[in-house]
C-alpha cells in the first residue's frame, strides 16, 4: 500500500498527462505523493502497440515525478460499467488511499471517456462501504472513500467549476504529453520517416490546441495557464486567502 494524496485515472495510457498533468506536476512539487491508474493498454489506438504506450507511460511518469503508475488492462473500448471492473478501480483506491481522485471527463469525443468517469466515481463511493471485501496480494482491504472527485476536462469543453494555475508548469506539462512519441507530432518522428496513419491528434497542430486551452482557462483566473475540472460535490474553503489573488 502506498498512501497517497492524489490518485489520477485515466482510460488510456496519455488522458492524465492531457487533462491533468499540469496540477499532478504542482502537487509533487510541493511535496505531495500522486499515483496514477491507467484502466486499459490504449491497445486499439491507430498508432503505436501495446509495448510502446507502456514504455511511453513510465517516461511520462519519470516527467511527472508520480510515486506509481500502473494499468488495470480492462479492454480499450469495450470495458464495462460491472461488477468485476468496479471491483478492479476499488483495490486501487484501497492500495493507494487517496484524499482526492482526479478522473475523466463526464462526456466527451471518445466514449471511453464519460463510461470511464462514471466507473471511477461509482468505485469511489463503493470503495466507503466496509462490506464489500476485496483483498490485495492475499491480505484484506480496509474500506477507504476519498474526500473528493474531480473530473478534468478533455477534448471537447466543458465549464469548469474550478481552474487550477499551472503556469510555473507547463512546459514540464507539454514535455510529458510528449513523451508519447507513437501518439503526437515530434520532431524526431518525422526525421525518422514515420509511415504510421495520420490521426486527429498526430498532427503538428494539435499540441497548439493544448496549450491553448490552458490559455484560455489561465485567462479567466488572471494567470497564463490553468487546467479545469468539474466537481459534482459542492466545494468549500476555509480562508479567502485559498483564492488566486488576481485582477480580471
Request: net charge negative.
Amino acid at each position: 500500500m502506498i498512501k497517497t494524496d492524489i490518485l489520477a485515472f485515466g482510460v488510456h495510457p496519455d488522458d492524465v498527462e492531457l487533462g491533468c498533468s499540469g496540477t499532478i506536476i504542482a502537487a509533487v512539487a510541493e511535496g505531495k505523493k500522486v499515483a496514477i491508474v491507467d484502466l486499459t493498454q490504449g491497445e486499439l489506438g491507430t498508432r503505436g502497440t501495446i509495448e510502446t504506450r507502456k514504455t511511453e507511460a513510465a517516461a511520462a511518469a519519470a516527467i511527472m515525478g508520480v510515486a506509481a503508475r500502473e494499468n488495470l488492462q480492462m479492454a480499450d473500448g469495450f470495458f464495462q460499467i460491472n461488477e468485476e471492473n468496479i471491483r478492479k478501480v476499488i483495490v486501487s483506491i484501497r492500495k493507494y488511499r487517496p484524499e482526492i481522485i482526479l478522473c475523466n471527463a463526464l462526456e466527451d469525443r471518445h466514449p471511453d471517456h464519460g463510461r470511464s468517469s462514471k466507473l471511477v466515481e461509482e468505485a469511489a463511493f463503493l470503495s466507503g462501504l466496509r462490506k464489500i471485501a476485496t483483498t490485495l496480494d492475499g491480505v484484506e482491504q480496509e474500506a477507504w472513500r476519498p474526500k473528493y472527485v474531480f473530473h478534468y476536462i478533455q477534448d471537447r469543453y466543458l465549464k469548469p467549476d474550478f481552474v487550477v494555475d499551472i503556469s510555473a508548469h507547463m512546459e514540464q506539462k507539454i514535455r510529458a504529453v510528449q513523451a508519447y512519441t507513437t501518439q503526437f507530432f515530434s520532431a524526431q518522428a518525422a526525421e525518422n520517416e514515420d509511415t504510421e496513419p495520420q490521426t486527429y491528434i498526430s498532427t503538428p497542430d494539435f499540441i497548439h490546441t493544448v496549450t491553448g486551452r490552458a490559455l484560455l482557462l489561465g485567462k479567466r483566473i488572471g494567470v497564463k495557464y490553468a487546467e479545469g475540472y468539474i466537481s459534482k460535490k459542492m466545494l468549500g474553503i476555509s480562508s479567502f486567502d485559498a483564492f488566486v489573488q488576481e485582477t480580471t
